[in-house]
């Protein structure tokens, strides 16, 4: 009934679910012929095989949201396609070691339908999230990339920052970029300054004025967390003298998303 219903849907969102093998999970999801948005949240599967080639991928599948789950397995199961729907915009939440082998091939297939990629890093620790990232993912392929979204950019819950220079190179692979937003959810505005792997403040405002970004429009600053924010504000155009100097910086409360239409 579940497989043969709902042929008119067009956003789907599977949230708290087991599944025997990702089999079931692709049958689902490619059961629905006219989707054009798929969130996977906190789901699971104890079997990560599929069959190769699988049902028909929806072809106008433009936004994918993966959250808690085996992102590996659905993004090798959608890259063993010959052709690709046109995936505009992908969420991975947070990124995994274990995961970014996949993310970077599939990122690299997709090329330049990409056009907004949203994600955030738990570690940011030599050997962590952010290196085997930036290891493994060339955002240069993705050359219609325009928008970056980087959730708990800056975080007092996990106490990291961007300290260690990986998010600096990895905005360097994207010269065509127009808009970056950042997540700052803090509960000081000393954490804006950290004792311990202080911010490069100046190593991104470098970046933001290159003469490369020639393109850049915006960058958007998201504050969560009990503190002011005109206190926020103040702070961070003090430390990117250059970056408000172009006009660039926006700041905002609440957290970063992306807006999914269904067309």
């Known amino acids: 009934m579940l497989l043969a219903g709902f042929q008119a849907l067009t956003h789907l969102e599977i949230w708290a679910a087991q599944f025997d093998s990702v089999s079931h999970l692709v049958q689902l999801v490619c059961s629905k012929p ?8 906190d789901l699971g599967w104890e079997d990560p095989s599929f069959e190769t080639p699988g049902p028909p991928v929806p072809r106008a599948l433009h936004s994918l949201r993966l959250s808690q789950c085996y992102k590996r397995d659905i993004l090798d199961w959608l890259a063993s396609y010959d052709s690709l729907p046109p995936l505009h915009h992908i969420q991975l939440g947070s990124v995994y070691p274990e995961d970014t082998h996949s993310i970077g091939r599939f990122l690299k297939r997709l090329g330049p339908d990409l056009s907004t990629l949203q994600l955030e890093f738990s570690s940011l620790d030599a050997g962590g999230d952010a290196e085997d990232f930036c290891a493994h993912v060339d955002l240069a392929h993705n050359v219609d990339l325009h928008t970056i979204i980087l959730d708990k950019f800056i975080s007092s819950a996990y106490q990291f920052s961007s300290a260690v220079g990986w998010i ?5 692979q994207t010269p065509g970029i127009t808009e970056v937003s950042f997540g700052v959810a803090i509960r000081d505005i000393r954490d804006l300054h950290p004792q311990e792997d202080p911010i490069d403040w100046g190593a991104l405002d470098r970046l933001f004025c ?3 970004f020639t393109q850049l429009q915006t960058l958007h600053f998201w ?3 009990i503190i002011n924010l005109e206190s926020v504000s103040s702070v961070i155009t003090r430390c990117l003298p250059g970056s408000n100097q172009r006009r660039l910086l926006r700041f ?9 239409q269904v067309e």
Request: aromatic residues 0%.
């Open 34 to 41: 006219l989707l054009q948005i798929l969130s996977l949240d």
């Open 168 to 172: 600096p190179q990895l905005l360097s």
């Open 210 to 212: 290159h003469p490369r």
């Open 223 to 225: 504050i969560s967390g």
């Open 252 to 260: 905002h409360r609440g957290t970063p998303r992306i807006v999914e």
